[in-house]
């Protein structure tokens, strides 16, 4: 069971935004037309093997041609705020140079249909799909795309600042550095290991340098930035799994945002012999950690980490959604690994599902940076198959899809709980939490198969259709803005009628043979 939605929407503060995330290549589609220059995705995603099932992202939910209807479906489920990412070679083909006004005009159409559908945008201006002619020079192992990333900052202020509400200027660095440049899973298919270590700092100084450019052209929107946060549990009491958990900590979580909470990189890796892979001019860590408007963070799971190499650098059924046996990772040689979480409920991509890690994730966040800004969660959500009935003699579809909305709802409910007064987490000012993903959609090397939307999406018609989450989430935001449209009732009441208001405290009762305001004995 979860908590009822009316229930759910109390928990709710004001001023909390509920929102529906995308990215540009999960949904796109389109990939060759109206002047789109090429991505390393695409590059990538083409290589025999590198996607599960051999899926591609040409057509994707052609989200490209089917925008205005997309934006009807977000405007009936209510939602205040769309989260969705630039395609950074649509806009700028080669990563420098001309742009687009194709492209442009592109993202010119979706902000205008948002506003006027009164749907407030959330851009991401970079969620992996790194232009080609960028990833030939280098990609993130060269420090010019980090120059690149300011330099598209300051064309997407330029054309969109006017009406932007949010800005994230990069998604899950440790994403693109950990799966893109170290296993080789995703684009640009590199397994460096330790090797890649330069593309944390590239990622992050880009961070800094586009927030920079955004904030020299005044946009009047907040600027955040978005890093994936999973607790690390040790397996067990042997102080090996713990030093293991440790590690992975900061090489997944704090790696990524220390630097742009502190200004410093964590102390074991400036003190590693590594780190003179990543020296970097004076001033950098300054560009990095530049103040934040909101902090966003993605949370999916809490991961369980054992010493040794374990059967696997990480448990089977997820190695294998993700189309590798990650013997990139160099497998049977790790010092340490990701373990099963047996008596959890599991996603099909294999992620725990583990609700109350949403709150441990906000309590670390809030002891490690006691100055954390405002925290949004950009990212949450899960994949699980869904079966779709088909009523035909009513004709209708219906896709009863209860783990995912669980998932939703005890993940919500999580954390608002220990971010409310007395909870685990009450440091933290938590303002939204935006639902991974408005749509199915290609999810990276998984290709389709693991659909995380509110909206199924088939691939063949490409028909949307809403799913049981999708009413669910519905009716959660119906509840809130009932109960926030009942406290703006009373309040509006109480400031009209002073003088009849009853106070509680001294109203005195009828038997005292004393008239209160409003009532007679
Ligand atoms: C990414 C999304 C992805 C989701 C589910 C996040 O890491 O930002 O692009 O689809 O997780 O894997």
Not at 9 to 14: D, E, Q, V
Not at 45 to 68: L, N, T
Not at 143 to 152: I, N, P, Q, S, V
Not at 442 to 464: C, I, K, M
Request: a negative charge.
């Amino acid at each position: 069971m979860h908590i009822s939605a009316k229930d759910l929407a109390a928990l709710i503060p004001a001023d909390f935004t509920l929102g529906v995330a995308t990215a540009a290549f999960q949904i796109e589609g389109a990939l060759t037309e109206d002047g789109r220059g090429t991505a390393g995705w695409d590059v990538f995603s083409a290589k025999e093997g590198a996607i599960v099932d051999g899926h591609s992202p040409a057509v994707a939910c052609d989200h490209y041609h089917r925008m205005p209807g997309d934006v009807a479906l977000m405007k009936q489920l209510g939602v205040d705020s769309y989260r969705f990412s630039l395609s950074w070679p649509r806009i700028q083909p080669n990563g420098s140079g001309p742009m687009n006004p194709a492209g442009l005009a592109f993202y010119d159409r979706l902000l205008d249909e948002l506003l006027a559908n009164g749907i407030s945008p959330m851009v991401t201006l970079y969620h992996w799909d790194t232009p080609l002619a960028l990833d030939d020079a280098g990609g993130w192992m060269n420090r010019d795309t980090a120059y690149r990333l300011g330099e598209f900052a300051a064309i997407a202020a330029d054309a969109y600042g006017d009406r932007v509400a949010r800005w994230v200027t990069i998604n899950e660095p440790a994403t693109v550095s950990t799966n893109g440049y170290t296993m080789g899973l995703h684009s640009p298919g590199e397994a460096l290991m330790v090797n890649a270590l330069p593309t944390v700092h590239h990622q992050l100084l880009g961070h800094g340098l586009a927030m920079q450019a955004l904030r020299a052209a005044g946009v009047p929107g907040e600027i955040g930035m978005t890093n994936v946060y999973s607790p690390m549990v040790p397996n067990s009491i042997n102080p090996l799994d713990w030093m293991s958990a440790g590690l992975m900590d900061i090489a997944q979580n704090r790696l990524y945002a220390d630097p742009v909470l502190t200004g410093q990189y964590p102390d074991i890796i400036r003190a590693a012999k590594f780190f003179g892979s990543f020296d970097h001019p004076d001033g950098d860590m300054e560009i990095i950690s530049q103040p934040l408007d909101f902090y966003g963070l993605n949370y999916y799971m809490p991961t369980k980490v054992a010493v040794g190499p374990g059967e696997g650098a990480v448990p089977a059924t997820m190695a294998e959604a993700m189309g590798s046996d990650l013997s990139a990772a160099g497998n049977g040689s790790t010092p340490f690994h990701v373990e099963a979480w047996p008596e959890a409920d599991i996603t099909s991509y294999g992620w725990p599902v583990k609700p109350e890690y949403m709150a441990v994730a906000l309590k670390e966040m809030a002891e490690r940076y006691p100055h954390l800004p405002p925290v949004i969660i950009t990212e949450g959500g899960a994949s699980f198959e869904d079966i779709v009935v088909r009523d035909k003699s009513t004709n209708t579809t219906f896709i009863p899809d209860e783990r995912r909305l669980k998932y939703l709802s005890d993940h919500i409910e999580s954390a608002l709980k220990a971010t409310a007064p007395g909870g685990d987490a009450e440091g933290i000012d938590l303002r939204g939490y935006y639902v991974w993903s408005l749509m199915d959609n290609f999810e990276w090397s998984a290709g389709y198969n693991q659909p995380f939307g509110l909206l199924h999406v088939d691939f063949e018609t490409l028909e949307r259709t809403p799913k049981a989450s999708y009413f669910w989430l519905q009716e959660l935001i119906e509840e809130r803005n009932l109960a926030a449209a009942a406290g703006a009732a009373v309040a509006q009441a109480a400031s009209e009628e002073p003088d009849t208001a009853v106070d509680p405290e001294t109203a005195v009762s009828p038997d005292d043979g004393v008239t209160t305001s409003g009532a007679t004995a």
